[in-house]
């Protein structure tokens, strides 16, 4: 469950800034319905819908945590979900020009040669 969590926060990351980001609901569907069908064949249950019926459409299962001492499982409150994004939505305003782009360049220089002055 984490790894699908993981894998999907490291998309959204990746195209945080693209303007058809809208797109990626298609990658969200595949991950929700592969966790679903891990979990389907981990429970050994007959279908998708039977894990959606379940756990919900966030696929949220609760931990079950073994006590070393005795070796039985203990159900803690925790529980574990798919980070589903309710919708993805165009990004239309971004702005990728900085207010005085030589700004830096010239302090990069000025800086670059108080450091070759001290060396």
């Not at 959204?12 to 693209?18: G, K, W």
């Not at 039977?50 to 696929?59: D, M």
Request: net charge positive; hydrophobic share 30%; glycine share 4%.
């Amino acid at each position: 469950m984490t790894k699908y969590n993981q894998v999907w926060t490291g998309v959204l990351n990746y195209y945080s800034f693209a303007y058809n980001r809208c797109q990626l609901n298609l990658i969200q569907y595949i991950l929700q319905h592969s966790l679903a069908c891990t979990v389907m064949n981990k429970l050994k249950l007959g279908s998708r819908r039977q894990v959606f019926l379940k756990y919900g459409a966030t696929i949220k299962v609760p931990l079950e945590i073994t006590n070393r001492e005795d070796g039985n499982k203990e159900k803690k409150a925790k529980t574990v979900e798919f980070k589903l994004q309710p919708s993805l939505k165009r990004i239309c305003k971004y702005s990728t020009s900085p207010a005085d782009p030589f700004q830096l360049f010239y302090y990069n220089l000025r800086s670059r040669s108080r450091i070759d002055d001290n060396c």
